[in-house]
């Protein structure tokens, strides 16, 4: 069982930065490749980045990339989203996922709103 918590989201300016984080309960998150969602309001939940278990591959959406920066500290068991120059659009809750196999957990989201 993995429990994840996501933080850092909230309210920024277009052209602002935020960081969010995902940390993650249990003691075999090392094992898990971790993402980053996106769900904006009235639309579809969306991957915006992706990294592997050990951090050696990454992936992000075509919206995202040159802005965002996906991380993570499996000592501090937590994935981290550098998120730069804001745009109105990136507006949406974001969630964090675990994936190993056929075990697959979810964060309960953070909002983040991009709005002048």
């Known amino acids: 069982q993995v429990q994840l918590v996501e933080s850092g989201g909230g309210l920024v300016q277009p052209g602002g930065s935020l960081r969010l984080s995902c940390a993650a309960s249990?003691?075999?998150?090392?094992?898990?490749?971790m993402g980053w969602f996106r769900q904006p309001p009235g639309k579809e939940r969306e991957l915006v980045a992706s990294?592997?278990?050990?951090?050696?591959?990454?992936y992000y959406a075509d919206s995202v990339k040159g802005r965002f920066t996906i991380s993570r500290d499996n000592a501090k068991n937590t994935v981290y989203l550098q998120m730069n120059s804001l745009k109105p659009e990136d507006t949406a809750v974001y969630y964090c996922?675990?994936?190993?196999?056929?075990?697959?957990?979810w964060g309960q989201g953070t909002q983040v709103t991009v709005s002048s």
């Open positions: 996922k675990a994936r190993n196999g056929d075990y697959v957990y």
């Open positions: 249990g003691r075999t998150f090392s094992r898990y490749a």
């Open positions: 990294i592997t278990w050990n951090g050696g591959n990454t």
